[in-house]
């Protein structure tokens, strides 16, 4: 393995580490155990959960174009349930390796399913 080869592993390592760290404090954020980040589709189910959805969801993103629709949903109400805003969600739809950090390693408090406990309107 050349050098440039074993730098990009590296690197590579390490945001891997630091996503899953970010999921981890996530998660714990919202009153869920930690362990249930690094499990494959449990995760998601979960943070379906936490954004307030039901876990039939999960089933729904397997259908073509609905898909993409409930995702931009989600990661609103992702955002949302952390105190953040609309923008916030997109940021964490187009680039969730950088905004997941931000929302887990920032002063963002979880507050309720979809944003329930703030005083930010919901998404009719």
């Known amino acids: 393995m050349n050098s440039g080869a074993g730098i990009f592993v590296l690197v590579y390592l390490a945001i891997v580490v630091v ?9 714990t954020k919202a009153g869920r155990p ?14 379906l959960k936490i954004s307030g959805h039901s876990g039939w969801w999960l089933l729904l993103l397997f259908i073509p174009v609905l ?4 995702y931009i949903v989600w990661m609103v109400d992702l955002a949302r349930s952390y105190g953040r805003g609309t923008g916030f969600g997109i940021g964490v739809l187009l680039l969730a390796p950088i905004f997941i950090p931000i929302l887990a390693f920032s ?13 930010r309107p919901a998404l009719a």
């Open 67 to 70: 898909d993409i629709v409930l």
């Open 34 to 47: 930690g362990w249930a980040s690094i499990i494959p589709l449990y995760n998601s189910y979960v943070l």
């Open 107 to 119: 002063d963002s408090q979880y507050v309720g399913p979809g944003g329930a406990g703030s005083s």
């Open 19 to 27: 996503e899953i760290a970010a999921l981890w404090n996530l998660f």
